[in-house]
């Protein structure tokens, strides 16, 4: 389990960022500012469909 600076037990939320589509991350439940990475980051490949699906690709 991952905890935040505040204490409290994190939450795992998903990115949806042009720079990180679908990239997992551990956050704050309380939204302190707190976030952790929780895999490496997307392949390119990944990147561009994932935008493409979302309509936010040309």
Do not use: Q
């Not at 997992?24 to 493409?52: N, Q």
């Amino acid at each position: 389990m991952v905890y935040c600076r505040c204490g409290r037990k994190t939450v795992i939320k998903t990115s949806w960022t042009d720079k990180n589509p679908g990239r997992s991350f551990y956050g704050c439940p309380a939204h302190c500012g707190f976030i952790a990475w929780s895999e490496s980051e997307v392949y390119l490949r990944s990147k561009v469909i994932i935008l493409k699906l979302l309509g936010d690709y040309p």
